[in-house]
């Protein structure tokens, strides 16, 4: 069976990635459809080694449309998703608007591919944020083992997460610091060039922000609704893979060495843990790879079952592109798609 695919935001990165795992995992497609707004009209985009002109969504019919793919930002999905599904099409959205929705499952497929059983109500599966996705791979198969109970978790997440303008910000900064050319602020709120932000998205009235917050409410809502969660997202000078430092306190006894064997066996996630010099991953290493990677794993002392780990993920596959392609091949594998070519 093929499948009609629609790509709503392909002009953006996220978009850009999507277009680019479709044609990688050789995804079963009938006719991929790259859509974004009307100032997008005739853009070009690579699908493998085809290139595709961008379509406007708003002039676009998704009858007989199986699936849409979208990234374009809450306003879009909150604006298109139910006219999308109204017309036969799910739609797996990369947003945050439909995230928290009781009827929209929000889903890891290496975690919680199960909810997808349970009926998609409004037609529309959510993606979850970037740092929550790579966090709960890791903690899945750990929390399966020794129930997790608390998670303090530092983010340091690169500037593709803001977007291409967060991206060319960093470039244009890093160049004025070496020709000495004022630095200019656009996309973030202070320098991002050789620095680091402790603020991704708006302050809430908790002191927390909109990022932070969440990364508590998604972890709960995919994993387990008892886990305490507290979170600092930082942005750092990055341009592709997010990074986290994660402290997990467990309800029964886990040892590194039994944690680093069950972490090895999990989807998803590839260990490299060795106690020496260039014996973990980073940022550098993960980019452009789908894989989610553990590092560091290590006691700790400060409570009675505790572990400390460093988590690192390419943010534009793993945290958004890739996620949503395996969603969609969990509702194929699972026979939960009705049209298809």
Known sequence: MAYKVAVVGATGNVGRVMLEILAERRFPVSEVVALASTRSIGTEVSFGDATLKVK???????????ICLMSAGSA?????????????????????????????????????????????????????????????????????????????????????????????ELFRQTRAVFVADPIERTKFTKQIAFNVIPHIDVFLDSGYTKEEWKMIVETQKILDPDIQVTATCVRVPVFVGHSESLTVEFEKPITAEKARNILRAAPGILVVDKREDEGYVTPIEAAGEDATYVSRIRKDPTVEHGLS?????????KGAALNAIQIAEALINRKLLKNAA
């Open 56 to 66: 406007a969504i708003d002039y676009y019919d998704f009858t007989g449309t199986d």
């Open 76 to 168: 879009i999905a909150k604006e298109w998703a139910p006219k999308i599904v109204a017309q036969g099409c799910i739609v797996i959205d990369n947003s945050s608007f439909w995230r928290m929705d009781r009827e929209v499952p929000l889903v890891v497929p290496e975690v919680n591919a199960d909810v997808l059983e349970t009926g998609i109500k409004k037609g529309i599966i959510a993606n979850p944020n970037c740092s929550t996705a790579q966090m709960v791979v890791a903690l899945k198969p750990l929390h399966d083992a020794a129930t997790i109970k608390r998670v303090i978790v530092s983010t340091y997440q690169s500037v593709s997460g803001a977007g291409k303008d967060a991206m060319d």
């Open 309 to 317: 780990l460093w988590v690192v993920s390419d943010n534009l596959r």
